[in-house]
């Protein structure tokens, strides 16, 4: 594996991650480093491992019934994964977005952009509707719902609930944000909206952004890792990895060969 | 080649055409028996239906007799039936669907659950009798009877509230944890508020039995003549259709009136309820 050291300024290092559904190995032996304030995409071909890996990230793998992990992944230093540590606290301070957009249905727009902060009762401490607004507005979904902020989440097109979802994670400003594919579902504005937002965000936090536009890898993130059959082929720096990938396999992939 | 496609797409239109009029016939001769039972009820008991019909007790004479002490008895033994029934039963679903996995034991108590909701009432009568009439000496009181229907229909309350619980999504569930929530947060505000429409459907369902159940309550010995409102759960009792059952035998044609007459309100009763089950679900689906 070729790719510059950086785990100098490391956010979360993943150290030897295999992962499992059922007898099914998914993940094998994944080492990296998430690095703060930058951004990290991740690419790969379909059913490559990309989801399973970045749920490894928060904990979110092991509520799969049969689903097993073994691998250290540190948080700031500190292993998540440790007998001590609580998930819940740590899916506090790590952010996802998940593939499928699944807002709360039974809940308004509002309500579900304040969720995470009732979950965690933090929402008595703070002005609700000032972090709705700013929310909704960084997800780039303000204009279209400001009216209508207590109708149901559910009654949104598949691209709003994205950017909702997208709302609802930045509501509970965590220190690393996951996002699995948040554009797959948006128009060129939206998506566009959403890289600024990006890049607004990694000013503050780590941000992973799996995703299967190459274009897009390019354009927002410094560091590239891409995955193939659920091995970590190549891990580094973006420019390098799109301009001299290390590996055949890489090539293949971004110039668009197979996958 | 072309003939032989027109041919079947001709079988196949027939084929549906007649899967249709057998499920059309289905509903006509299952909707006609209720049709024709609901207008016999009505020509016999409507004349009988009166204000002083349901504030008046029983009586020896038909003309006079009436069911307020069965009103509030089936009153009394609803609520009490409700308020057993239903936390322990959505309690029992939400441990059996959200904290037991799939352990063998687990697998085993659910499909034991399955299989009490078959069990005849009349033995649910018996338990009643034994446990709480006899060894707890509650007699033959509003709460033996509450507490005996509250058995029998929780198997209902507890099978319902599962498959509510069962079919709300994967991904909400996930949603909820990615945000920090916690197990019971999950379920407190996501998966009984998603599941809660099937719930009340399970409930009132459920009252619906209990409210009818007449065999378990004859059992405990609630067949006898009451003439007064009951005044706790530890007074005697009579409940709409032991009042119904008293009268049906009696020889006097004035008798199946008002028994004719009683089984309208206790339909009336039932339609009500299942009226509001449909608009609690219509609200909370829409959203
Ligand atoms: N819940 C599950 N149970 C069993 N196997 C699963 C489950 N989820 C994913 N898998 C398997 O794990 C492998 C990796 O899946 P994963 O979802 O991580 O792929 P992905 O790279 O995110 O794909 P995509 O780009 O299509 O989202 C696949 O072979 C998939 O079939
Ligand atoms: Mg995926």
Redesign the pocket.
Known sequence: MKGTDVTEQARVSIKNLSAW??E?Q?LFDINASIRDKWVTAII??????????I?CLNRMHET?P??RMKGRVLLDDEDIYKSSVDPVSIRRRIGMVF?KPNPFPTMSIFDNVVAGLRLSGQARRVNLNEIVERCLKQAALWSQVKDRLKEPGAGLSGGQQQRLCIARALAVEPEVLLM??PCSALDPAATQRIEDLIFELKKNYAIVI?T?NMQQASRISEHTGF?LN?ELVEFGETSQIFTTPGDKRTEDYITGRFG | MMDQAKGQSRARKIKARLFYLACLSAIIISLGALAVLLTDMFIRGFGSLSLSFLTSFPSRFPAKAGIKSAIFGTIWMMSLTALFCIPIGISTAIFLEEYTGNSRLAAFIKINISNLAGVPSIVYGFLGLAVFVRALSFNRSVLSGSLTLALLVMPIVIVSSQEAIRVVPRALREASYALGGTRWQTIRRVVLPSSFPGIVTGVILALSRAIGETAPLIMIGALTFIAFVPDGPFSEFTALPIQIFNWVPRPQAGFHQVAAAGVLVLLGIIFFMNGIASIIRNRFERH
């Open positions: 559904f059922g099914h998914v790969g071909p379909s059913g490559c491992g990309k989801s399973t890996f749920r799969v049969g689903a593939q699995d594919e799996v299967h995955f659920g």
